[in-house]
């Protein structure tokens, strides 16, 4: 299975930018590095997807190192809204789901 | 953007009833769909693998006896939950993949989920 690891939970305050670091020290060569979020009893939302150096879209940034080891999502000035499950998925066709990172933004 | 829409959304039945959950790609074609389920409180759990025209690939340990699935056409998948028992009650999620052009393996999109409670 696609192993990656992830801290469990983090804590932010509003108006902070969040870095959330996945660990998939296995990466196949063809894997890609996805995040999705998602909200109690929803289906996952995806955010973003890279497979090396640094991506950036409307809502978030993915930076992945030249070893392709780990990656590192970052949220900029993060809302309650945010709040949230933040999994890291590496995988071609088939992505399996790690534990996730519980996000918590508070006032 | 694409939609992957899932129906029902909530289902409470008895317990050796069957449950069919549909799961549609509104506006693109989906020759691989995907069937999660979910714990509360626990991360998504890949069941099987759904190919349009061709039998779905399960993951192990789980038993396609009682998780019939059906990809009929590019835009449906179908999980019926056949004789149901209360450890069946989870959080059913589908996915599928648009066709990509160019780099990436394709945004993978996710139904709303379907609430299945086996009384």
């Known amino acids: 299975l696609a192993k990656t690891t992830q801290p469990i939970s983090m804590d932010s305050y509003e108006g902070q930018e969040v870095n959330i670091t996945c660990s998939h020290n296995?990466?196949?060569?063809?894997?890609?590095i996805t995040w999705y979020q998602q909200f109690p009893s929803q289906g996952p939302r995806f955010i973003i997807q890279g497979y090396k150096t640094k991506v950036t879209n409307e809502v978030a940034s993915l930076f992945i190192p030249a070893d392709r080891k780990s990656s590192t999502l970052s949220l900029p000035r993060v809302s309650l809204s945010d709040t949230a499950v933040y999994y890291c998925l590496r995988g071609g066709n088939k992505l399996t789901f790690g534990t996730g990172t519980q996000l918590k933004v508070e006032l | 953007g694409a939609v992957v829409s899932q129906h029902p959304s909530r289902v409470i039945c008895k317990s050796g009833t069957s449950v069919k959950i549909e799961c549609r790609s509104l506006?693109?074609?989906?020759?691989?769909m995907f069937w999660y389920r979910q714990f509360p409180k626990q991360s998504l759990m890949l069941m099987a693998t759904s190919n349009e025209g061709s039998k779905a690939t399960y993951e192990q340990g789980v038993e396609k006896d009682k998780f019939l699935i059906n990809h009929a056409s590019l835009t449906l998948s179908t999980l019926t939950v056949t004789s149901a028992h209360p450890e069946d009650s989870s959080f059913y999620i589908c996915s599928a993949r648009a066709r990509q052009r160019g780099v990436g393996t394709g945004e993978l999109f996710f139904g709303e989920g379907s609430r299945l409670t086996v009384l």
């Open positions: 296995n990466i196949a060569t063809n894997d890609y």
């Open positions: 506006d693109f074609q989906a020759t691989t």
